[in-house]
């Protein structure tokens, strides 16, 4: 808050309504963390009811092409590391959002093959490339 330059008074607000805190100064994150590593350790079952997101700590997820001609997907964290990603956690990133927990993502990219996609899901949760929360759908 900023009282009385040139008599105004200006107050800034910052929102995180969108799941995101790059800088770690939000101080849930740490609490979305704790959270998403106890998903981690539940049972398959109940981690599919959970929902993904893309991580508080992501900068961006990109495809590049190497001077070798190899395609390279990584998640970039901000200001800190970048994650090499296979293109089954490339394309599972690709499909997070609010409406769909991780069995509903899997069905969509794997079909029938849920194994492959929770063991993406399990790796990305862990290097924070993904957040695990509760589905607050029956």
Known sequence: ?????ANTTNL???????????????????AVRKR???ALNSSDEALKNS????GRRVDYVHRQVTRQ??????VVFWGDRTL???ENEFETLKHLDWNSNVGAVLKKINGKDEG???AAIRRLA???AIDLFESTRD
């Open 1 to 5: 808050l900023r009282e009385n330059p």
């Open 12 to 30: 800034y607000l910052k929102l995180n309504s969108f799941n995101c805190d790059p800088l770690g100064e939000d101080p849930h994150t740490e």
């Open 36 to 38: 998403t590593v106890a």
């Open 51 to 54: 929902v993904p997101l893309l």
């Open 69 to 74: 001609s190899d395609e390279i997907a990584e």
């Open 84 to 86: 090499p990603v296979n």
């Open 116 to 118: 492959a996609g929770l």
């Open 126 to 128: 862990s290097h924070g």
